[in-house]
């Protein structure tokens, strides 16, 4: 669960495309632009799977989530927007080079200011590897290596963005983790970053549990436990779903494969984690967590 720079080429490209489809063109941030009225920062804004085998996933998550997709290119390059009930759910990116890696979902971060961001990541020992793009509503967008080595995208927001539902839609991205190598130095990086206030709401099987918010919940971050050692620091997004188990299984038919199964000490039983084919990891939680 580990994606490198061949993961980020061409999302930039890929969030202009949904740009475009959502407005009808796409803009570009002017000189000097402010972030938007309603004030997204904090927001994860949008997430781009980075696959080998943008068909298979189709199929995956068409059958798994119910998803649809539509076929786009930005720039000359192909890109696959998936909606759920009507609405965007992500998109997907086809990369030939990744044949012999796994694929990774790239979450999007909307920061308050992109470039003192980009200035805090490279200062706290992280890496810049897409400089700032403008990408219509969206602003500019960057994306990096954040000080633990998890990608992520960072989105200075100029427009105005769809309203967040008051409870999540099935089938759509919901909440994110962070898994760290270090929890406590990962949770100081982010709280100054988007500028979160945090809290510990669980402290089970020897793991803190920290939820990050503004304005709303945004986001848990824990240390990896020490069973899933071999797992890099990363974004891990979820997916609401009603029957987590269920899913797991149907995921296992469909030719991924279940990290996690739903276990009684783990929420409850409401939460599974799987891959698709191509090795894009999920979660898949039935709300509220």
Known sequence: MRATSWVLAGTLAAMAAVTACASGKAGTAPPGAVAAANDSVGRFVWQDLVTPDAA??????????????????????????????GEFAGGIVQRD??????????????????????????????????????????????????????PLGLAGVTGTLPAEPAEPPLGRFFWMEYLAKDGPAALAFYEELAGYESSVTDREHGLVYNVLRRQRSRAGLLQIPTEFEN???????????????????????????????????????????????????????KFPL
Do not use: H
């Not at 971060?109 to 992280?126: E, F, H, I």
């Open 56 to 85: 298979a996933c189709q199929k995956f998550y068409g059958a798994l989530l119910g998803w649809q997709f539509e076929a786009t290119t930005s720039n000359g390059r192909p890109y696959v927007l998936a909606r759920s009930g």
């Open 97 to 150: 080079e990744m044949k012999t890696e796994p694929a990774a979902w790239l979450s999007y971060l909307s920061v308050p200011d992109l470039d003192r961001a980009l200035g805090r990541v490279t200062s706290a020992g992280g890496k810049l590897l897409l400089p700032p793009t403008p990408v219509g509503a969206y602003g500019r967008v960057a994306v990096v290596l954040d000080p633990q080595g998890a």
């Open 231 to 285: 797992v890099e620091p990363n974004w891990l997004p979820y997916v609401r779903v009603e029957d987590p188990a269920a899913l797991a299984r149907k995921a296992l038919s469909l030719g991924g494969q279940v990290v996690l199964e739903p276990r009684a000490d783990v929420r409850g039983g409401s939460l599974a984690i799987v891959t698709d084919p191509t090795g894009g990891a999920i979660a898949l939680q």
